[in-house]
């Protein structure tokens, strides 16, 4: 049995929370000690209160630990993380996002953890900080990377990008994708229940847009792309599901599209397969993306799925094998490529090979392939 400790700056709703939650219980079903520190957090991914009671994992909260800069409170946050990570005493700290990483690593270096892990969740060297805000993260991420025995990146790409940026040497590199719960999509039941609610029929072509409504998911792009495909296709609904800061803007920009009648805004939802089981195609428009784990989730639910072509997103959207690539912030190009879709209907190889391809990124596998990693790097510090 091992100790380990996950760090993250947040958990609210989100690929890298559900992915990090999905991680603690996965461990602590294994018989492994585990215990969950995570900061400020608005809209939770799921009830903490009902996960810790169902799962046994250990919880705590460090209110200091914030997604945004301020030296103060980033002091206070490390120095709860000593204490924390003095009381639990982990075999393994394994650090997730920006800021938990480089505090969390601080931390455990302080205390001699024998194996400090790293998981950034995304390719976070563009479209989250700027000039010389990004000078000085690349510069700290190369400084941690000195104590950290085991970057962990998400996709091959993320990999190249962290070698590019030379955070660290090649042999520090591990990649292990996130996982899905794969039955609660290709077992669910499809009754188009929620096509119904939403006043849809069946003969309807229903496009989809599922994520959190800030700017680097570039939902403004799809709403623009839909005003176009209407044109074409007058009897074609939208959906977008999520919530965000953007949420009133991009309503906005509906209305003055004309898309009221034939866009729905549905807020956050947690029946995603209920949701996939109403659309004819998934739309993803991210403007940077570790992977995207509604994207394996509309492949499991043999959705097609149009991508744009950013992060490690070509790793699992393979053009016209998979899914289709379109290049990010270009409504037109996604236009086109929807039309296509829409005028050939030949989508069904395609949605074949990426149920296929999904079978590799199970919640499970992902959960193996970690635990692993741990006893590898626990042997070698033994050895040593």
Aim: glycine share 8%.
């Amino acid at each position: 049995m091992l100790r380990i400790a996950l760090i993250i700056t947040r958990l609210d709703r989100g690929g890298s929370a559900e992915a990090v939650l999905n991680l603690a219980e996965g461990l602590k079903n294994r018989g492994h000690q585990v215990y969950l520190i995570y900061g400020k957090t608005t809209k939770p991914q799921q009830n903490l209160q009902e996960f810790v009671a169902r799962t046994g994992v250990g919880l705590s909260y460090v209110s200091f630990l914030q997604r945004e800069i301020n030296l103060f409170k980033d002091l206070i946050a490390w120095w709860s993380l000593i204490k924390l990570l003095k009381q639990f005493k982990p075999d393994i700290v394994h650090t997730h996002s920006s800021k938990a990483g480089i505090l969390g690593r601080l931390a455990a270096y302080l205390l001699n953890v024998p194996v400090i892990i790293h998981s950034p969740h995304g390719h976070v060297f563009y479209g989250y900080f700027k000039g010389a805000k990004n000078h000085i993260f690349i510069l700290l991420e190369r400084w941690v990377a000195h104590f950290t025995t085991r970057l962990v990146t998400l996709t091959r790409r993320g990999k190249e990008e962290h070698l590019q940026f030379k955070i660290a040497p090649p042999g520090k590199f591990t990649v292990i994708p996130c996982g899905i719960s794969i039955p609660e999509f290709q077992n669910h039941q499809k009754n188009g229940l929620f096509r119904k609610q939403l006043g849809f029929t069946s003969k309807d072509f229903v496009i989809g847009w599922i994520g959190r409504l800030v700017p680097i998911k570039g939902c403004e792009h799809f709403i623009k792309a839909c005003a176009q495909v209407k044109k074409v296709y007058p009897n074609t609904k939208f959906l977008i599901v999520g919530d965000g800061e953007l949420r009133t803007s991009l309503e906005n920009l509906s209305k003055q599209l004309g898309l009221t009648s034939c866009l729905k805004f549905t807020g956050m939802r947690q029946d995603i397969p209920d949701i996939l089981d109403s659309l004819d195609l998934f739309v993803h428009t991210s403007l940077n993306e570790g992977l995207g784990r509604v994207i394996l989730e509309a492949m499991a639910a043999e959705v097609p799925v149009i991508a744009t072509q950013v992060g490690g997103v070509p790793d699992i959207v393979r053009d016209r094998q998979t899914g289709f690539l379109v290049p990010p912030g270009n409504p037109a190009a996604l236009t086109r490529t929807i039309c296509l879709v829409m005028q050939n209907r030949f989508t069904k190889k395609i949605t074949q090979r990426a149920k296929s391809l999904v079978q590799s990124y199970s919640t499970e596998k992902m959960v193996g392939r970690f635990e692993r990693l741990y006893q590898q790097e626990i042997s070698r510090v033994k050895l040593h």
